[in-house]
């Protein structure tokens, strides 16, 4: 190692995997989309209604149906329309659930933010 990788204690081989990935787009949440999901990873399945209420604020009731829809397409959760109640009136609801590939993306996102917390340099 030369004397700038032994200070990180970097091993360039294990390291070039990483910038290779880097360097492709890498997948974002908002502060929102990453609310939903931790909420629906750590509750399961839930309609919109339910998100907003268990939120505390974090997820507004004018943007969650928007931000479900988008988070649909991106592959984030999937979704199931509930069967109607006998005598129910109106539509019926739709309920939530993290993808795999949501509940993965969260946890690889919540991983990396703490590893880049860890190396921050502490202030003196």
Do not use: C, W
Not at 22 to 29: F, G, K, Q, Y
Not at 48 to 58: A, H, K, N, T
Not at 102 to 109: D, H, M, S
């Amino acid at each position: 190692m030369d004397g700038r990788t032994e200070r990180l204690g970097v091993d360039l081989h294990y390291v070039r995997p990483i910038i290779v990935v880097v360097n492709s787009p890498i997948p974002r949440l908002s502060r929102t989309e990453r609310a939903i999901l931790e909420h629906l990873v750590a509750q399961g399945e839930s309609f919109g209604l339910q998100i907003v209420e268990r939120s505390r604020g974090g997820v507004k009731r004018g943007t969650v149906y928007v931000t479900l829809g988008r988070m649909q397409q991106k592959g984030l959760v999937a979704s199931r329309t509930e069967a109607p109640m006998p005598g129910a009136i109106g539509l019926p609801r739709r309920l939530y659930r993290p993808t795999t590939y949501g509940a993965a993306l969260l946890e690889t996102l919540t991983r990396a933010a703490r590893a880049l917390a860890r190396l921050r340099p502490r202030e003196a």
